[in-house]
């Protein structure tokens, strides 16, 4: 099974700043890897994931993501924050042949004005 | 409501009592699963279903947790005898397929204090 690091519980950011949350995962062959984020009082909803393809996914809200195979990372990456992008977000891993996602610990993003 | 809807939102129970948490998926997910959240820590996986295979209960903590699915649909997850320990968020997630590679949709989860 897949394990997952997030490298930074906490992160504040400032409106209109850029802000990247880091990723890392076990090793393996072939992965699917995922981005979610939960807003304060409602569930986990997908941002983006990749699957195969080009390194760079782009997700909802202007979130983008880059897999980089020889370091095992996924970082979630957005330009520009605005308030409402207060919220936690979970890196996912799975093998490509599991149904199982290995999630990472968050990542509680603040921003503030 | 179209998503995943899950009960009660909010338990407190006390040490040694049996608790059941529900989840309605999505209707015509074939996929559900349940996860736990505890506090600091990422989504530990606990037993997944799929159609009508076998569910895998391979992250089910001890055997004071079971959980069932009635008709491909609904899903109660048991804990039995109650420990502290077991305070924690508990999400339910369908998928519409088997695989990971499309979107668990969650819901927002039953919060289960134990005191």
């Known amino acids: 099974a897949q394990s997952v690091t997030q490298l930074d519980s906490q992160v504040p950011v400032f409106e209109e700043a850029p802000v990247e949350l880091r990723c890392n995962y076990s090793s393996s062959v072939s992965v699917y890897l995922f981005w979610y984020v939960q807003y304060p009082n409602q569930g986990l909803q997908l941002l983006l994931k990749y699957l195969s393809g080009s390194t760079l996914v782009k997700g909802i809200n202007g979130f983008e993501a880059e897999f980089n195979k020889s370091q095992t990372s996924f970082h979630l990456r957005k330009p520009s924050v605005h308030i409402s992008d207060t919220a936690e977000y979970f890196c996912a891993v799975s093998d490509s042949n599991d149904y199982k996602l290995s999630f990472g610990a968050g990542t509680t993003v603040t921003v503030r004005a | 409501g179209a998503g995943v809807s899950q009960s009660p939102s909010n338990k407190v129970t006390e040490k040694g009592k049996d608790v059941e948490l529900r989840c309605d998926p999505i209707s015509g997910h074939t996929a559900l699963y349940w996860y736990r959240q505890s506090l600091g820590q990422g989504l530990e996986f606990l037993i997944y279903?799929?159609?009508?295979?076998?569910?895998?209960k391979s992250g089910l903590p001890s055997d004071r947790f079971s959980a069932e699915r009635t008709g491909g649909s609904v899903s109660t997850l048991t804990i039995q005898r109650t420990q502290q320990e077991d305070s924690a968020v508990y999400l339910c997630?369908?998928?519409?397929?088997?695989?990971?590679?499309?979107?668990?949709?969650f819901g927002e989860g039953s919060r289960l204090t134990v005191l």
């Open positions: 997630a369908s998928s519409p397929s088997g695989g990971v590679t499309g979107e668990l949709f």
């Open positions: 279903f799929q159609g009508n295979s076998a569910p895998d």
